[in-house]
């Protein structure tokens, strides 16, 4: 049976109060405020499910973002799943802030698969093909952007286009490099310069040539003129 807030209340009434209410009159008036705790106390065993990242509704994930850790960017091409998925990771985020295994999750789960260099190569740790990076000072990081993982869409293929329908043949970014530069920002690498090096230039995943921008937190106009 279900707690009734109520006949919780009346039956710890003074004997006398109870025995002199003939007509009930008495339990009716309470169950007004009866009513009230009975929905208090619902809210309050469902409280739990606004705050799982797996029950909580996209109002109130963006919510929890926002007040607990003063995050609101999100990439258009996001889904609830996605959101989810960094409200659960972003309190680790916050642990590894900084760190290189830290930004290199924190990049992942925004879609941005990168490796980040702070040690320059040992003479024999090298492939043939892989990209080398010389780190020549203290507190110096590279930031390497192997690809973007592409959300699903809805590509036209041949045959399928309708004539004086808009065809698209080259895929917006999910991510643009501001974007990406931002992120690392919010990251606060132990670093004072960091370098940021493509694997792909612009969002071809195929082309091997660096291509390079360096940044330190004393240059501003990063956002106004980026060297892509």
Known sequence: MSFNNTDYIYDHLPARFRRDD???LLKRFLQ????TL???DGDFDSFWETIDPDTAPLEWLVFWLNALFGWSFFPNHFT???KRRVYRNFARHLARRGTRRGIELFLKDFGIIAKVHT???AWGEGVWGEQVFSVTQPLYLIVEII???TPA???SYLGEGAWGEAIYTRP????TEADIINLVRYQQPHAQVINIAWRLSGYEPVNYDPVWYQFSWDFTSWAEEPEW
């Open 22 to 24: 003939k007509d009930l």
């Open 32 to 35: 007004i405020f009866g009513d």
């Open 38 to 40: 009975d929905t208090w």
């Open 80 to 82: 609830t799943t996605d």
């Open 119 to 121: 040690r320059a190569q």
């Open 147 to 149: 690809r973007l993982e």
């Open 153 to 155: 869409m809805d590509a």
């Open 172 to 175: 917006t970014p999910p991510v």
